[in-house]
């Protein structure tokens, strides 16, 4: 006799993180190149003599650190075990069977599964020219919605929306709809002014709204865990009863305060990948690529049905790349010799169509 487990669990995807192997250039996985900032290492350090004992449960150093940071009440902000455990318990706290949960598609690949494991229903909403079309979402608004999401800018394209299409969308949403504004890559963008808003400033019109950050991109610590979430506090309570006691490490929550107190650094990281972005996206559109702009820290190459083949070919030259079949392929930016090896590739398979 075998223990018995929910039957809907055969249709549930397992999320695929980047692959590897000795030797390869991994550029499947949005990481950052560069190890934490010393300053930061020196605080993981110190925080790592004190692992025998718990964690904060509450977090409430680092809380009142992000409080300051962005200009709000410690109220109004939820740590957890990074923005992706955020989403799933932001899905949590309002969603069960019969309920649904919207967001675009492609999109975070962890939305459709995080809405699956509550018995949820997800509703995808296809991309126009690779961008969130938030009109279309909008109107796929039902009285059974009860969380979407707007990744901003968009995992798996980098692309972003205006700030108009944004307001207007807010203000179409019921305000008994929570609306979580994914910014996992916030600090990577480089706007222009139609692009330029100000998401915790919005919070005080839309109390649906909640914005989702993390320190696992631009911050260079993915492997600790770490990210927040900033919303009205009746929100930030919810989120609170389902959050997994103990799930932010102590080391991982000294390293978010010292990666606080270091944004002159992490402005000058950020900066050479913006830098670095803007000449691989013209390079590859110059050998004859379709790549939207992005204002993440990785590109997309819009390949349709040769997604997977060309990532077949570039495992096969020690280059890691994330495909989506039928769709395209993302590609992390990061130092300079990376991205020319990286070129190098694109230009020989290109030619070799």
């Known amino acids: 006799m075998t223990v018995y487990l929910r039957p809907d669990l055969d249709d549930l995807p397992a999320y695929v993180p980047g692959k590897t192997f000795p030797g390869a250039l991994k550029l499947a996985s949005n990481e950052v190149v560069d190890p934490p900032l010393a300053s930061v290492q020196q605080a993981i350090a110190a925080a790592a003599a004190t692992a025998n004992r718990y964690p904060d449960n509450a977090m409430v150093e680092l809380t009142e650190h992000l409080g300051k940071h962005l200009g709000v009440p410690p109220e109004h902000v939820k740590t957890g075990c990074g923005s992706v455990t955020l989403c799933q318990n932001l899905i949590s706290i309002t969603s069960g069977p019969g309920d649904e949960v919207l967001f675009a598609w492609r999109s975070f690949e962890c939305y459709p599964i995080s809405t699956m494991i509550v018995g949820a229903t997800p509703i995808m909403v296809p991309l126009r020219d690779q961008t969130h079309d938030l009109t279309a979402m909008a109107d796929a608004i039902t009285e059974r919605t009860r969380v979407i999401f707007v990744c901003n800018p968009n995992n798996p394209t980098g692309t972003v929306v205006t700030a108009t299409e944004l307001i207007d969308f807010l203000d179409r949403v019921p305000p008994h709809v929570l609306v979580a504004l994914d910014e996992a890559y916030i600090e990577y963008m480089r ?163």
């Open 191 to 353: 706007p222009d002014e139609a692009q330029r808003y100000d998401a915790v400033e919005l919070l005080g019109k839309y109390p649906n709204l909640v914005v989702l950050r993390t320190f696992s991109k631009a911050y260079g610590l993915a492997g600790l865990r770490v990210g927040y979430a900033v919303g009205d506090p009746i929100i930030i309570e919810a989120l609170t009863k389902v959050h997994v006691p103990f799930s932010v490490s102590s080391v991982a929550q000294a390293a978010a305060i010292a990666s606080l107190a270091a944004g002159d650094e992490l402005r000058a990281r950020t900066d050479e990948v913006a830098l670095e972005r803007h000449r691989v996206t013209a390079e590859l559109r110059s050998a004859g690529y379709r790549v939207p702009d992005s204002q993440a820290n990785f590109i997309w190459l819009d390949l349709g049905a040769a997604a997977v083949p060309f990532s077949q070919a570039s495992t096969n030259a020690g280059i890691i790349v994330r495909p989506f079949d039928g769709d395209g392929v993302r590609v992390t930016v990061t130092h300079a010799d990376e991205n020319d090896r990286f070129l190098g590739f694109a230009r020989e398979w290109q030619a070799a169509q």
